[in-house]
């Protein structure tokens, strides 16, 4: 079974950047994606970019698009969301999670599998 284990949360200033990891573990299969979504306080979870792990294409959000990067070490079976000029509005709990269908979805209900969870706070 597929595990996911998201790290690099924290405080940040505003216009300041974050790393992201999402280390995969237990799984085999080779095509399948992995999407990075995030949810604030009373808010509903908001997908915010997905990355195929075989070919490496990607999609974003439009709300981080130009400011957000995903990529991926299939090396290390590692995804990584590089988050720069980040804002107050980007504060919330970012998780990973894999989608075993063929296609990048935007729908948490198509993810087969999640972390735990990594809190992103930016404050003054």
């Known amino acids: 079974q597929l595990q996911l284990v998201e790290s690099g949360g924290g405080l940040v200033q505003p216009g300041g950047s974050l790393r992201l990891s999402c280390a995969a573990s237990?799984?085999?299969?080779?095509?399948?994606?992995i999407g990075w979504f995030r949810q604030a306080p009373g808010k509903e979870r908001e997908w915010v970019a997905c990355i195929n792990i075989s070919g490496g294409s990607a999609d974003y959000a439009s709300s981080v698009k130009g400011r957000f990067t995903i990529s991926r070490d299939n090396a290390k079976n590692t995804v990584y969301l590089q988050m720069n000029s980040l804002n107050a509005e980007d504060t919330a709990i970012y998780y990973c999670?894999?989608?075993?269908?063929?296609?990048?979805?935007?729908?948490?209900?198509?993810?087969?599998?999640w972390g735990q969870g990594t809190q992103v706070t930016v404050s003054s």
């Open positions: 237990g799984f085999r299969k080779d095509h399948y994606f």
């Open positions: 999670a894999a989608d075993l269908s063929p296609i990048c979805s935007m729908y948490s209900t198509t993810y087969d599998y």
